[in-house]
């Protein structure tokens, strides 16, 4: 089971994952994010309370990074994950030195629908 806690700002989307990200669970993730348009803002990811991830798991934080996603969060389980994903994790305390370019949201269609290909591309069966 997965818990996916939503919350916006006028400048960014912050999802709070906890529990396992597996099955049914990832193609739920997909469709909250696509549905809350986070994929248009600055997007934070906060992993701290994922406890397990299969492969559809992985492939889905490799998707969200590709969406320009930054993910925070601490603990064994998801410092274990990230580093063998080769996805940054950022702590609280980094959170506030990250560079202000990163995982700023799209802001020309032309980008945007760059977005768009890669989540229909990410989609496709395979």
Partial sequence: MLRITISSSGKKVVLK?????AGPWV??????VLQSDAWRQR???DVSGLTSAEEDGDT????????????????????YLFERLNIPLFNQKTRNNLPKSFAEPCTTETAQRKRRKK????????
Avoid: D, Q
């Fill in 27 to 32: 193609e739920e993730l997909r469709k909250t």
């Fill in 17 to 21: 994952l906890e529990g396992s990200l």
């Fill in 43 to 45: 997007l934070e990811v």
């Fill in 60 to 79: 889905a934080l490799i998707w969200l990074r590709n969406m320009g996603a930054r993910f925070l969060g601490k603990g064994p389980f998801p410092e």
């Fill in 119 to 126: 989540l229909v591309t990410t989609e496709s069966p395979g």
